[in-house]
């Protein structure tokens, strides 16, 4: 019995030291996986902070190029923009010394342009008077020619210049330059309207068609064109008193058709007296000379 107990009371102890021992153990395990666990993450964020801190300083060093190119860029257009400023700032000072020097030159250019501006204005008025004259002119005309057919009378206005054309078989029998005297009612008619208007000068025209002429006293359609101008000349001078030094006598021959000479009705058209209202050039000219 005493070895019993005196075993119990040797195994008791070992027993408690062993489950003390066993405890700390556990303890000591759990406090080496909790201390494993935080080196294991403290070594993560080192890892972290210094991939961070790499990153950064690259990111650091991507920023600074950038800046540093745009700073660059930056003093480049300063850099520019000096120069244009340098340039303008000499430009303006150029046009102060032009604007100086010649500013009675530039004065006077702006004279001569509004001298030319009137000048123009006062050509376009004489125009538009004449333009206006010629066709008080020409109703003046056919309201004294009303009565005459208009196939052997035609009155028009080209280019500002009036033209009458009166054709040959109403003035002329068929190779003669002797007016008829049916064709002296119709100058006489004309004669009224051009007595009218004695600063009017014209000139009488006569034309032909491509046709041969000639006889003993004709050698041809030249000699018959200017006969005919003439004759009607005289019929204006002598018998309606229109003064000779207004009035011009032109052979035109057949070289200026109206119609084709190759058909009858061509023919007859060509063959025509034309007289025609010359433009007053003095006018114009004395117009310049003022202005000059």
């Known amino acids: ?23 700390k153990l556990r303890t000591a395990q759990e406090s080496y996986r909790q201390l494993d666990s935080a080196y294991l993450d403290n070594q993560r964020k080192l890892r972290d902070c210094e991939n961070s801190s790499k990153k950064s300083k690259n990111e650091y060093t991507r920023t600074n190029t950038s800046s540093q190119s745009e700073i660059d860029e930056l003093k480049k257009q300063i850099d520019y923009l000096k120069a244009n400023n340098n340039q303008a700032l000499n430009e303006l000072k150029d ?7 010649q500013a009675e030159s530039i004065r006077k250019s702006l004279d001569n342009i509004n001298s030319k501006d009137n000048y123009i204005h006062d050509l376009r008025s004489a125009m538009a008077k004449k333009d206006s004259l010629n066709m008080a002119l020409v109703t003046n005309l056919k309201g004294a020619l009303d009565n005459i057919n208009d196939q052997d009378v035609n009155i028009k206005v080209d280019k ?13 029998k068929s190779g003669s330059y002797t007016v008829t005297e049916r064709a002296k009612t119709v100058l006489g008619k004309v004669a009224k309207v051009l007595n009218a208007h004695p600063e009017i000068e014209f000139m009488v025209e006569g034309h032909t068609d491509n046709v041969p002429f000639a006889n ?13 101008a003439t004759s ?55 117009l310049l000379e003022k202005k000059s």
């Open 232 to 286: 009607v000349i005289r019929i204006l001078q002598g018998t309606y008193n229109i003064d000779p030094k207004r009035i011009t006598a032109a052979g035109r021959s057949e070289y200026i058709p109206l119609a084709d000479n190759n058909t009858v009705e061509g023919r007859a058209a060509n063959r025509r007296t034309r007289i025609v209202i010359l433009p007053e050039l003095d006018q114009f000219f004395k």
């Open 95 to 101: 046009l102060s010394v032009i604007s100086g020097t």
């Open 1 to 23: 019995m005493k070895r019993l107990i005196s075993a119990f009371l040797i195994v008791t102890p070992v027993l408690f030291f062993s489950c003390t021992a066993s405890k």
């Open 216 to 228: 003993g006293l004709l050698l041809d359609n030249w000699d018959l064109s200017t006969k005919r």
């Open 160 to 172: 500002g210049v009036v033209y009458i054309d009166i054709s040959d078989k109403m003035l002329f």
